[in-house]
């Protein structure tokens, strides 16, 4: 069983930057892969990142390459999501996600994928 809990979210001007920070309680943090997840008004859940259990691998879809880079510190259990050049249409809840028993390098794009989840973080990007 694990816990997760988001936390950086805010307000913040179109160009500027976030980082969203994603604690998690219980044991084998090391060996879950880890996910970031978003929402808008209106909208399905959508992915924006993901980073393997060993860290090797990362993936970001098109709509935030290049601006969205994720990361971990399994010594504090916990993965980062940095955001750069927000865009208002980036004005989401954000969530993160843990998904056990991949293979390594394994970067799931899909929310079935995963087992556990956080409650969000709201970020709103202003134009």
């Known amino acids: 069983q694990l816990q997760l809990v988001e936390s950086g979210g805010g307000l913040v001007q179109a160009g500027g930057s976030l980082r969203l920070s994603c604690g998690a309680s219980?044991?084998?943090?090391?060996?879950?892969?880890m996910g970031w997840f978003r929402r808008a008004p209106g909208k399905e859940r959508e992915f924006v990142a993901a980073?393997?259990?060993?860290?090797?691998?990362?993936h970001n879809p098109d709509s935030v390459r290049g601006r969205f880079f994720i990361s971990r510190d399994d010594a504090n259990n916990t993965v980062y999501l940095q955001m750069n050049s927000l865009k208002p249409a980036d004005t989401a809840v954000y969530y993160c996600?843990?998904?056990?028993?991949?293979?390594?390098?394994?970067?799931?794009?899909?929310?079935?994928?995963?087992?556990?989840w956080g409650q969000g973080t709201q970020v709103t990007v202003s134009s």
């Open positions: 219980g044991p084998g943090f090391s060996r879950y892969t």
């Open positions: 980073i393997s259990w060993n860290g090797v691998s990362t």
């Open positions: 996600a843990a998904s056990w028993g991949l293979l390594a390098g394994s970067t799931p794009a899909r929310d079935f994928e995963y087992d556990y």
